[in-house]
């Protein structure tokens, strides 16, 4: 079992910054991918950014690509999401996500088993 633990939302300006982390604590050996999502009202959970775990590769929304950077501590088990230029369509709740699945080798957004219980970012323009 995993438990991830999300933290450093909140409010921001837009065009501002802010870094959102994620502590991994169990059986974290057995991960192969971590991403964030985010769901704002009203619509359906979007993925956002996704780390490879051992080989470190990402890959983002088109929609914040340029903007977020997702990146990881192996040493302190912990998934960051450096959000920058936010723009208030960024207003969402944050979930991290773990995948014990090979599978998300291949798959963007699928086969993330393991849930954090989000944390709240709110842009105003």
């Known amino acids: 079992q995993v438990q991830l633990v999300e933290s450093g939302g909140g409010l921001v300006h837009a065009g501002g910054s802010l870094r959102l982390s994620c502590g991994a604590y169990?059986?974290?050996?057995?991960?192969?991918?971590m991403g964030w999502f985010r769901q704002a009202p009203g619509r359906e959970r979007e993925g956002v950014a996704r780390?490879?775990?051992?080989?470190?590769?990402?890959y983002y929304a088109d929609s914040v690509k340029g903007r977020f950077t997702i990146s990881q501590d192996n040493v302190k088990n912990t998934l960051y999401l450096q959000i920058g230029s936010v723009k208030p369509e960024d207003t969402a709740m944050y979930y991290c996500?773990?995948?014990?699945?090979?599978?998300?080798?291949?798959?963007?957004?699928?086969?993330?088993?393991?849930w954090g219980q989000g944390t709240q970012v709110n842009v105003s323009s």
């Open positions: 996500a773990a995948s014990a699945d090979w599978r998300c080798y291949s798959s963007l957004w699928n086969h993330f088993g393991y």
């Open positions: 169990g059986y974290t050996d057995a991960l192969y991918c």
């Open positions: 780390i490879v775990i051992d080989s470190g590769s990402t």
